[in-house]
């Protein structure tokens, strides 16, 4: 393996930081390193999660072998840099699907589990973890490790959604869900307010196995958080066309060759966009099909699309409010953000179901809200920083995979097991050999050492 120092970043392309990459060429060559690491799978977590300053990060993109797919049983075992993308070209053809997806399908199996995503359909399954039947990891002194919900428990919900921080995710088995086609039966109405999109997604006359919502940011006043709701499930062989393939085949995709002024995404651009994406997708009253891929993945289609944000990059802001508190934190938030006059080029609603048993994971019971915000001035960190006292007060919390600024103080406050989750990390990982930007600046780092 070569090792070689670059400056890497997430997604959101803030913080930018030089680290010494080190990519292993097989399974095999998995291992934990005395100076400590972090595991990065396709960089696609938002922040700092995958970043090691002045320290080794190591990628898994060619740990990526399919190792077994029980189609009877639909079982899914696989190497942890497998990638959605790759999973999905072997599993649809056969009769199945995977049981959550986030939104894009360039991520690792291992950033999944790491992560714990969810997707639409969380009040429904569940995030990623609860699907997962075992993993193989490699814990700090070399040791290769069988975890499952029965056997080590504690390790294996310390590790889902434990942002890589226990060990090296190597192998995923996944419990697949059956689908008759490749294609989604999808239905979309439109609410004039936020108080209208929330009965909606609560409505079980609408309600649907996928659902999610979009938003117009720059709404205001009797039309604060008016959006479409858009509900789906996978659509059976009856609601297919006489003649139609039950497979679905994705479009080809357009990159961004360039970065973006900062002056492109303004209120103006983002304004007009919202009412012409508003008005045509509002029109959609009738159920119609969709492939899989541009109801999961609208943004994949755009190669590099966080070239849009300019070369300063964005910051995707995504919080949970639990329950009754939802609808009043999530207004509050929204209109912080129009008084504030930052637009959020994208704004997306997801309700979520019960809270899961990964430790440090980021779903609870009540509704999600993601934010897109482009880096332009210090006055966006003060922002986010009063969203979070909004967060704080309705009980929520801000999900670490999207994240690069949150303080240590918040995040205990947000993450009530995160003192029993800190007594399994030390217990395997004594010496803190698995450290990241994200765990340093959490002070997890400084408490597990």
């Known amino acids: 393996m070569v090792t070689k120092v670059a400056p890497i970043s997430g997604w959101g392309r803030y913080p930018v930081e030089p680290c010494e990459l080190e990519r292993p060429e097989r399974y095999a060559d998995l291992r934990p390193f005395e100076g400590g690491l972090i595991v990065r799978g396709q960089g696609r977590s938002y922040g700092d999660a995958s970043l090691n300053e002045n320290g080794r990060v190591l990628l898994t993109e060619r740990v990526n072998r399919l190792l077994e797919l029980d189609a009877e049983k639909g079982i899914l075992r696989a190497e942890a840099g497998v990638t959605l993308a790759e999973a999905l070209d072997v599993i649809v053809p056969k009769g ?109 006359a609408t309600d649907d196995r996928y659902t999610v919502a979009w938003l117009d940011s720059l709404a205001t006043g009797q039309h604060l958080g008016r959006g479409i709701a858009m509900f789906g499930h996978h659509a059976s062989r009856e609601e297919l066309p006489s003649g139609m393939e039950s497979s679905s085949k994705p479009k080809r995709s357009h990159s961004i060759p360039f970065d973006f002024p900062a002056f492109a995404l303004n209120s103006l651009s983002i304004g007009a966009f919202n009412a012409l994406y508003y008005s045509r997708e509002g029109r959609k009253r009738e159920p119609f099909l969709s492939g899989y891929d541009p109801y999961f993945y609208p943004l994949d289609a755009i190669g590099n699309w966080n070239r849009l944000y300019g070369k300063r990059g964005f910051m995707q802001y995504q919080c949970v409010i639990p329950g009754s508190a939802a609808f009043e934190g999530i207004k509050t938030v929204l209109e912080k953000l129009s008084g504030s006059r930052r637009p959020s080029f994208l704004a997306v609603l997801k309700r979520f179901g019960a809270q899961g048993k990964g430790l440090l994971s980021f779903p609870m019971a009540g509704y999600t809200l993601a934010l897109d915000l482009p880096i332009r001035d210090e006055g966006l960190f003060d922002l986010l920083a009063e969203l979070d006292k909004v967060v704080l007060k309705h009980g929520g919390r801000v999900y670490l995979a999207k994240d690069a600024r949150l303080s240590a103080e918040s995040f205990r406050a947000m993450y009530p097991r995160y003192n029993d989750w800190l007594k399994i990390k030390k217990a395997a990982d004594p010496k803190n050999i698995f450290s990241s930007n994200l765990s340093r600046r959490l002070k997890i780092a400084e408490e597990a050492a």
Do not use: Y
Request: glycine share 12%; charged share 15%; net charge negative.
């Open 96 to 204: 199945w699907f995977l049981p959550v997806t986030p939104g894009t399908k360039f991520v690792s199996l291992g950033g999944c589990v790491a992560a714990d995503v969810h997707g639409k359909n969380h009040h429904c399954d569940g995030s990623f973890g609860d699907h997962v039947l075992e993993m193989e990891m490699i814990l700090a002194d070399g040791r290769r490790m069988l975890c499952s919900p029965a056997e080590k428990p504690a390790l294996f919900w310390a590790t889902v959604g434990g942002m890589g921080l226990t060990g090296i995710i190597g192998e995923v088995a996944l419990k697949l869900t059956p689908v008759q086609s490749g294609h989604m039966m999808v239905r979309h109405h439109s609410a004039d307010n936020l108080e209208q999109l929330f009965q909606l997604l609560e409505d079980p």
